[in-house]
């Protein structure tokens, strides 16, 4: 079952601009995490922000958390071509499974 | 630190016959996780370990998918007979405790699938 959605489904910028990537979920979470993948590393951990949090800052990425709207977003600063990858949101199941459910992800591509 | 390690990389088979995937998580790691994940869509879950102890495989494909952690270390996944669908990127991932409790997963390469 799908829990998170990103949107927009692709997102094309040239390098320097900032890039956000949306996620909505259904039900209640008690985490969010956001995942990057490329061909060259893999699937990778960003960021974790939990369901008491509104904001997470790691090195260029700005994460926001809305429970009452059931949203995150990812932002990306002074995007590099490096950055191009597929950015998924994953979220806890509401059942006690204490599983990941990921999104269908956003492409990014940075143009250099 | 070692990361996850999977092997093979890439399996080409027919349909209805078989084959296996193997995992060796990151050491200490008490959670096991195997991925399927299709091309354009984002992983989906088949099955969490708990040390060697399955804690949820609601979606995977019982009658021709199986998979154990016998040691509570590493994992093998086996799909038999194989069908076309099945044409896939396997991943196997580990964490320290659940995932969904707010811990980060750590992924393996994948083994790329392609049934003919």
């Known amino acids: 079952s799908q829990q998170g959605e990103e949107d927009p489904q692709a997102l094309s910028i040239q390098e320097g601009e900032n890039a956000t990537m949306n996620c909505s979920y259904k039900t209640s979470i008690n985490n969010l995490q956001w995942y990057r993948q490329n061909s060259g590393r893999g699937l990778v951990h960003l960021i974790l922000?939990?369901?008491?949090?509104r904001e997470k800052h790691s090195g260029r990425l700005r994460v926001t958390l809305d429970t009452s709207k059931k949203s995150s977003s990812l932002l990306i600063t002074a995007s590099r071509a490096a950055d191009t990858a597929s950015y998924f949101c994953a979220t806890d199941a509401e059942d006690s499974s204490y599983k990941l459910i990921f999104g269908s992800g956003t492409r990014l591509l940075v143009r250099p | 630190e070692a990361g996850v390690a999977q092997s093979p990389r890439y399996k080409i088979i027919e349909k209805r016959q078989s084959v296996a995937f193997w995992c060796n998580p990151i050491?200490?790691?008490?959670?096991l996780y195997w991925y399927q994940q299709i091309l354009g869509q984002g992983p989906k879950l088949l099955i969490q370990f708990q040390n060697n102890g399955v804690v949820d495989d609601s979606q995977l494909p019982k009658d021709r998918f199986s998979a154990e952690r016998l040691k509570g270390v590493d994992s093998t996944l086996k799909i038999q007979p194989a069908k076309l669908e099945d044409s896939a990127v396997y991943l196997c991932a580990s964490s320290l405790r659940l995932a969904g409790a707010g811990n980060e997963q750590f992924f393996g390469p994948g083994t790329r699938l392609t049934v003919l």
């Open positions: 922000i939990r369901s008491n949090e």
């Open positions: 050491s200490g790691h008490a959670t």
